[in-house]
């Protein structure tokens, strides 16, 4: 039996019509967003049928249950199933009903496991977590660096500790700043605003108009910095934030993505020597 199930779960069709059940399941998800019936639910029973299945050939193929849980891919499928499997009629609230909706989504999940570069490249991204809690850090170290410079050098008076003249200019700078918000007009008024709008400047939306903004409230003395500090300042970041700590995250995954396909290649090697 279990050197059937070996031989089963090493076919290349056994790993082709799991593909195609994934495919069909994940697109009648979708479809279950607008409506349902009768057949669409017994094709959905059917697919998950195929799944327990699939769990059963796996496990009983492992030499040992610590071999088949070692693999993060069964822990996955395996817990996927067993929450598609809870019925609904156990749960009374309306809130848990949809947790475990949600959660069955993640059927979708299973699609990533279908193809071997597609576990490829999910290991890469593994593998790389260690590199990205690092990068994480060296990019929050600059964002609260550059936050600090932001409040200090951009943020605009507090309306009440104006003259009238002065709060008269700061409602039409308010009025005329292209995209400024009505609730908060000031990008740079709190620390966790600065942030998001930091934030913002590198994903490269509005980031100009921001630097526009700040110009005309320097030009009519509602800051003091001059054109040239603004235009630096956000030049400066978006250079450091958008090349530099991107270049470093994507060299991270490429050495990554390297040393997996060196180790991949090394264990097909073996396996065709054995």
């Known amino acids: 039996m279990k050197k059937l199930c070996k031989q089963i779960v090493s076919a290349k069709l056994f790993e082709q019509f799991i593909m195609i059940v994934i495919l069909v399941n994940c697109g009648l998800i979708g479809v279950e967003t607008y ?15 195929i799944f327990i299945v699939e769990i059963i050939i796996r496990y009983i193929a492992s030499k040992t249950t610590f071999d088949y849980f070692k693999d993060g891919w069964n822990i996955f499928d395996f817990s996927i199933v067993a ?19 949600v959660l069955r989504v993640f059927r979708v999940l299973s699609l990533l ?11 890469v991204l593994g593998r790389s977590l260690n590199a990205l809690v690092y990068n994480m850090i060296f990019f929050f ?3 609260y660096l550059f936050a600090i410079i932001g409040v200090t050098l951009f943020k605009l008076p507090d309306q009440s500790m104006l003259t009238l003249e002065k709060q008269q200019i700061l409602l039409e700078y308010i009025s005329e700043a292209p995209n400024a918000p009505v609730i908060s007009p000031d990008p740079y008024g709190n620390l966790s605003e600065t942030m998001f709008t930091l934030f913002r400047v590198l994903t490269g939306e509005d980031w100009t108009d921001i630097r526009y ?13 001059p054109s040239w500090v603004i235009t630096s300042y ?18 991270a995954i490429l050495n990554n993505y390297q040393v997996i396909m060196n180790e991949f290649k090394e264990k097909k090697i073996k396996e065709k020597n054995n």
Not at 85 to 92: D, T
Not at 113 to 123: C, G, N
Not at 235 to 250: D, K, P, Q, T
Request: glycine content about 4%; hydrophobic content about 55%.
């Open 35 to 49: 409506f349902t019936n009768p057949l669409i639910q017994t094709i959905q029973f059917v697919a998950l049928i």
């Open 83 to 101: 929450v598609c499997l809870v019925p609904e009629s156990w749960f009374a609230s309306a809130g848990a009903i949809t947790t475990l909706r």
């Open 113 to 123: 496991k279908a193809s071997e570069e597609v576990r490829l490249i999910v290991a």
């Open 141 to 143: 170290i600059f964002l």
């Open 213 to 225: 903004n700040l110009t005309k409230a320097s030009e009519r003395g509602l800051i003091h910095s």
């Open 234 to 251: 956000h030049v400066l970041w978006y250079i450091i934030s958008a090349f530099l700590l991107l270049n470093l995250l994507v060299g």
